[in-house]
Structure formats: C-alpha cells, structure tokens
C-alpha cells in the first residue's frame, strides 16, 4: 500500500505559476498528476516513469506543465507555468507499484487531492 499527500494548490491568476508536491510513502513505479472538475472523467495531465525519468504529458498541458520527481523517486512535482482558468481543477497525485506500464489507466494509488483555480 503506497500512502500519497499532495501540497502547494491554491489561487493564482491567469498567466501565473503553482508547484504542487506530492510525497510517497515509498518507492513507485511510475507516478503521475490527473485533475478533475465536477461532472468531468478524471484527466491524465502528466506523468513519469521512476525508472528512466521518461515523461509524458496531455496536449492541454503539454510546454507549459513540468513533472519531475526527487533523487530518491518518493516525490513527485507537478511545476505549472502560465495557467489558465481551464486549468481550474482538483488535482490529484497518482502512483503505480512494480512492474507492468506506465499508462494513464495503471495507476492505482491516490492522493487526497488539492484544489487549483485560476481566475481570469
């Protein structure tokens, strides 16, 4: 069982930036940011493979959004640059244990969430 708590959510205005952290109770395979609005499917935002580093991110997001994690590969960062009200979401921190892929529907572990909004 892998333990999630997420950080750093808040308010900002558009054009602004936000670091959301996540911190693992371990070592995990892959771990991963998705975010959800009310009567909204969770969307896959970014993601990385623990292993090689390899990323992967959502068009929407995609030059404006950096995932990256700690040396030790129990903490996840999701760096946010030049938001926009769509961007207005909960945001929820993924991870998946060993073995296996590294795609948006193998996570199975989740954080509480926190909360992003970005006003116009």
């Known amino acids: 069982q892998v333990r999630l708590v997420e950080s750093g959510g808040g308010s900002v205005q558009a054009g602004g930036s936000l670091r959301l952290s996540c911190a693992a109770s371990?070592?995990?395979?892959?771990m991963g940011w998705f975010r959800q609005t009310p009567g909204k499917e969770r969307e896959g935002v970014a993601r990385v493979f623990s292993g090689s580093g390899s990323t992967y991110y959502s068009d929407s997001v995609k030059g404006r959004f950096t995932i990256s994690q700690d040396n030790a590969k129990t903490t996840v960062y999701l760096q946010m640059n030049s938001l926009k009200p769509e961007d207005t979401a909960m945001y929820y921190c993924?991870?998946?244990?060993?073995?296996?892929?590294?795609?948006?529907?193998?996570?199975?572990?989740w954080g509480q969430g926190t909360q992003v909004t970005v006003s116009s």
């Open positions: 371990g070592y995990t395979y892959c």
């Open positions: 993924a991870a998946k244990g060993p073995a296996g892929y590294c795609r948006w529907e193998d996570f199975g572990y």
